[in-house]
């Protein structure tokens, strides 16, 4: 017990705060590793853009992939449960993407995209990623 007298008055608030202190500050950046497949999505994007329009490499059809990655990686930093969905939808296919061109073509640069993309679909499937989506 305490030695100070009881005074009737609830000097915490639910939170264990004091109802005069500021509400705790969220961090800024929880999980980098998610701005960090953010910013890969904006490449992926940014290439197949390029591709598109100054490279004709790729079919004017591929710009859903790059509207797609897009959304994907704003939504990703803002913490959306969607954009977590679609993020790990895109990053699984494209690493069994690149490691089918590796089989096929022997590309050294496909086995390591694949393999980038591998490690991301791993860090989006931990509980820990998965429980401070909203």
């Not at 079919?59 to 993020?87: H, K, N, Q």
Request: glycine share 8%.
């Amino acid at each position: 017990m305490s030695d100070e007298p009881h005074t009737g008055l609830n000097t915490t608030d639910q939170g264990g705060q004091p109802p005069d202190a500021p509400p705790p500050q969220r961090e800024l950046l929880p999980l980098p590793g998610l701005a960090a497949i953010g910013l890969y999505l904006l490449l992926l994007a940014g290439v197949i853009i390029l591709g598109v329009v100054a490279g004709g490499h790729y079919p004017p059809l591929f710009l859903i992939f790059a509207a797609a990655f897009i959304t994907a990686s704003a939504g990703l930093v803002l913490l959306l449960r969607w954009a977590w969905a679609l993020t790990l939808s895109a990053v699984f296919l494209l690493a069994c993407y690149n490691l089918w061109i590796f089989s096929r073509q022997h590309q050294p640069a496909a086995l390591v995209q694949g393999l980038l993309n591998l490690v991301f679909f791993l860090y989006l499937i931990r509980p820990e990623v998965r429980a401070k989506l909203r």
